[in-house]
């Protein structure tokens, strides 16, 4: 369903200065070899295989390149080295509410949101309640979602993605959006999609969530893949790393 292979992907962090008037100017009076390089690997020959149905947590420290990893499926990003084959639909829930637009009512962006994720008008029509419902945002209707809380941009979000059972899921830190009632619904609406074959991608922090969801892991640390077995036997491994 999803092949990764020895796929690297680099980042030039000095990009964006090495532009400005300011750093052409200190460049003048620096020589290149004494200048700190601004290369940074974010995936070094990374190599994973998911199968149909299989439910895979990723777990690293901040900045192991879980989040790029999801990315780089998704097609968000394209690798610099390696290939991704992906056998399927893909439903990404990377940057939740990436798609809205400020200015426009939480019914707006419904509609919106639900057209970038490819749904119909008339699909959209059909659902719209049930979307509404999830979201627990009914009087919030007409609001423009810039005056939103990120929790209520997150409930919004995840209720228009999760409005059909995607082939492929791709999830990051979703379990931990709005409050601890609507945690609960994710994870039981992440449940059912599980239980209907969906696969799943799924980043976390939070190891008690990525034990109960997932039937293997996948350890990353600085872009390199440290592990990947058995749920429990990784995650005990990572948690014994961290605390010492």
């Not at 998911?50 to 879980?66: C, F, H, P």
Request: one cysteine or more; hydrophobic letters at 40%.
């Amino acid at each position: 369903m999803i092949k990764i292979d020895n796929v690297s992907m680099k980042f030039n962090l000095g990009i964006e200065k090495d532009f400005s008037m300011k750093q052409a100017f200190i460049n003048l009076f620096t020589k290149k070899s004494k200048r700190k390089k601004d290369e940074f690997w974010a995936l070094k020959d990374v190599k994973l295989h998911i199968k149909q149905g299989e439910v895979v947590g990723l777990i690293g420290s901040n900045g192991a390149g879980k989040s790029t990893l999801l990315k780089v499926v998704s097609g968000v990003m394209k690798p610099t080295k390696g290939k991704v084959e992906v056998h399927g639909v893909i439903s990404p829930m990377i940057e939740l509410g990436a798609g809205f637009d400020g200015d426009l009512t939480a019914r707006e962006n419904i509609y919106l949101n639900g057209a970038i994720l490819g749904y119909s008008k008339k699909f959209i029509d059909e659902k719209f309640d049930e979307i509404v419902e999830f979201s627990e945002l009914r009087d919030f209707l007409e609001v423009p979602v810039k005056n939103f809380s990120s929790g209520m941009t997150a409930k919004l979000a995840f209720s228009i993605a999760t409005i059909v059972n995607p082939e492929i899921l791709i999830v990051d830190e979703i379990l931990s959006v709005g409050d601890i009632k609507f945690q609960e619904k994710s994870k039981h609406k992440m449940m059912e999609m599980i239980k209907g074959g969906t696969t799943v991608l799924y980043v976390s922090h939070s190891l008690e969530s990525i034990k109960d969801l997932c039937t293997k892991v996948v350890w990353l640390e600085h872009g390199k893949v440290i592990k990947i077995g058995d749920t429990k036997e990784v995650c005990d491994e990572y948690y014994k790393e961290q605390m010492k």
